[in-house]
Nanobody
Framework: QVQVVESGGGLVQPGGSLTLSCTTS????????MAWYGQAPGKQRELIAS???????NYVDSVKGRFTISRDNAKNTVTLQMNSLKPEDTAVYYC??????????WGQGTQVTVSS
């Protein structure tokens, strides 16, 4: 049984930092592209950052220079370091593990709220 579990969300003031973690089980983690998506209230889910099995990263323009995605294949974990947070970063953040359309898994989401 595949499990994708996020942790680390919460309430933070503008300019602050949070670290999101996602741990998986039941998959060969090292071959999957891992990604973080965000869904703000009333908006569609969008790709925030991704990291391939080879370590190549991609970011949405709005977070470049502020967020860093990384993976630890030994721990089956992907991390999103979020710095200089802004109110517009407020969203539910979802972890995604993708290998093929029939091997595409999601976590339950973790809330990030940036507010003073």
């Amino acid at each position: 049984q595949v499990q994708v579990v996020e942790s680390g969300g919460g309430l933070v003031q503008p300019g602050g930092s949070l670290t999101l973690s996602c741990t998986t089980s039941g998959i060969i983690f090292s071959i999957y592209t891992m990604a973080w998506y965000g869904q703000a209230p009333g908006k569609q889910r969008e790709l925030i950052a991704s990291i391939t099995s080879g370590g190549s990263t991609n970011y949405v323009d709005s977070v470049k220079g502020r967020f860093t995605i990384s993976r630890d294949n030994a721990k089956n974990t992907v991390t999103l370091q979020m710095n200089s947070l802004k109110p517009e970063d407020t969203a539910v953040y979802y972890c995604n593990a993708y290998w093929a359309h029939y091997r595409n898994y999601w976590g339950q989401g973790t809330q990030v709220t940036v507010s003073s």
